[in-house]
């Protein structure tokens, strides 16, 4: 099973999605006996460097924070 296949969600996937869809389109009784798995193996594959990408960026962004929180309770409690 896959995220809903919405382009403005997956940008890093976009073409993989458009010949995916294509595929069901083009052989819709194949589908169902292998005719797009390969394609779906790359889908698949794809997201998880994509959520690979985003899992970082989140990362990173919550040090950030972390930081950021920390410095504001340091002078919190230097001022009482």
Do not use: W, Y
């Amino acid at each position: 099973m896959h995220p809903p296949l919405t382009p403005h969600r997956h940008p890093m996937c976009l073409e993989i999605i458009e010949e995916f869809q294509r595929c069901h389109i083009d052989h819709p009784i194949g589908k169902f006996f292998g005719e797009c798995t390969e394609l779906k193996v790359k889908l698949d594959r794809c997201f998880r460097q994509e959520k690979a990408v985003k899992r970082k960026v989140n990362f990173e962004q919550s040090k950030k924070l972390q930081e950021r929180l920390k410095a504001i309770r340091k002078e919190e409690t230097a001022e009482t």
